[in-house]
């Protein structure tokens, strides 16, 4: 018997999981609020394990031959002028601009023209509710039909109202103090094939980036505390994002002039969501709706590393090694909070008695192995 499952959001994560859960033998329906397909977005670089799933759907090829043709990244100062640079074909796929380079419309695209062969789309409708027992969940649609599934895949990106409705409260969001406008602007003679970018005061930022639409990828990004700006309607991001860059420098009055008249705004305040758990009964979430890990990544590795650090202090008495392992994790340590302090305080905080304690640590097996010369800590009788 077939299986029916609901997906929604008909971009990257929804289009991917169409694919293979239609290919399998399910009954997919996929729900996407936009009014028809969304093309539109930058640059996605497609790397490692995304790379394989697109090796595996066998349209690795076809991503290449959709890329956007950057050959490099550039680092510009006010005049234009490079001072640093990056070129593709020096670091393979992957430099600052990866090999597989391709926008975010044209790589959805890619998805679901296969995708729709195993599955059937639906536009301009989202959920209203679910409501789920132990067989399947009962969905009710903005649009007033109601249908019954074995299960539901939100697919919704990071700002969700489904996953508000089936996890509320569960979300942590962790904001990475970054806010960000694409759009599409008319290309002139001088935009070459590199992604320039140029950095001025005040922690603002413009890029512009080739496509193979004949057209300039814009970017403006403000590293800033978030205050609610994704909220805000278009006209009001437009004109702080005008006001911010009067005075940047470079090509920005170019790009604010642009910015008025472009059809593609996107802007959106940079955030993590993590979750505590990705399903709930007959939902569960997918793509950026549900990416639990970022910056809290290293807590993963601690495990392990303690328990070897404890095997070799306790177990194996081995004091000189014990040392070296645990100042060896404190400087592991350190340097993941530094670099995690860049993308989300909280998380580096979290570290921060985690390294503390790694330096008694390593100063009580260091003043352990001088008091006992010979042997490290006496074995006791009868002891390991
Ligand atoms: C138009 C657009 C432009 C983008 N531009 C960029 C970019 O320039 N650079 C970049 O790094 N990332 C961009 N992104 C985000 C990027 O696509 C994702 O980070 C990544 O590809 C993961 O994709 P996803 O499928 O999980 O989420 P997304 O790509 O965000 O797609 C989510 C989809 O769900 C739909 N949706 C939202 N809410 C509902 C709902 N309640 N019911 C049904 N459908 C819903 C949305 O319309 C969208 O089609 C863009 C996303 C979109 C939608």
Not at 284 to 307: F, S
Not at 334 to 346: F, G, L, N, Q, S
Request: charged letters at 25%; one cysteine or more.
């Amino acid at each position: 018997m077939s299986r029916s499952v609901l997906l929604t959001g008909a971009s990257v994560a929804g289009n991917t999981a169409a694919w293979w859960l239609g290919r399998a033998g399910f009954a997919v329906t996929v729900v996407e609020r936009a009014p028809a397909f969304r093309d539109g977005g930058q640059n996605i670089d497609v790397r490692g394990p995304g790379r394989e799933v697109l090796r595996r759907m066998g349209l690795e090829r076809a991503a290449l031959d959709r890329g956007t043709g950057e050959q490099g990244t550039a680092w510009v100062e006010e005049d234009g002028r490079i001072v640093a640079r990056f070129l593709t074909q020096d670091h393979g796929s992957d430099g600052p601009t990866a090999e597989m380079e391709i926008l975010r419309g044209d790589l959805s695209r890619l998805l679901h023209e296969p995708a729709a062969c195993h599955a059937t789309y639906r536009y301009d409708d989202s959920i209203a509710g679910v409501d789920q027992d132990g067989e399947g969940a009962d969905v009710t649609f903005a649009s007033g039909r109601t249908e019954r599934y074995d299960a539901v895949i939100v697919a919704e990106r990071v700002g969700s109202r489904t996953r508000e409705l089936v996890f509320p409260g569960e979300r942590d969001p962790c904001w990475m103090d970054l806010s960000l406008a694409y759009f599409t602007i008319p290309r002139v003679a001088d935009d070459d094939r590199l992604w320039r970018w140029y950095h001025a005061v005040g922690g603002r930022s413009v890029s512009l980036r080739p496509d193979r639409h004949g057209t300039t990828r814009a970017m403006l990004s403000v590293q800033k505390r978030p205050g609610g700006e994704q909220e805000w309607s278009i006209d009001r991001q437009k004109a702080w994002l005008r006001d911010t860059f009067a005075d940047a420098g470079w090509q920005s009055a170019r790009v604010l002039a642009e910015m008025d008249t472009t059809d593609d705004f996107y802007f959106d305040v940079l955030r993590q969501v993590r979750m505590k758990r990705w399903s709930n009964g007959r939902v569960a979430l997918t793509g950026d709706a549900a990416d639990g890990g970022g910056c809290a990544r290293g807590a993963e590795a601690r495990a392990p590393m303690v328990g070897g650090w404890t095997e070799l202090f306790f177990r194996k008495k081995a004091l000189g090694a014990s040392a070296a392992a645990s100042g060896a994790m404190v400087a592991t340590g350190a340097a993941y909070v530094a670099i995690a302090a860049k993308a989300d305080r909280t998380a580096a905080a979290t570290a921060v008695p985690f390294v503390a304690w790694l330096c008694s640590a390593t100063l009580l097996a260091e003043r352990i192995r001088r008091d006992n010369p010979s042997h490290g800590v006496p074995v006791e009788k009868g002891g390991r």
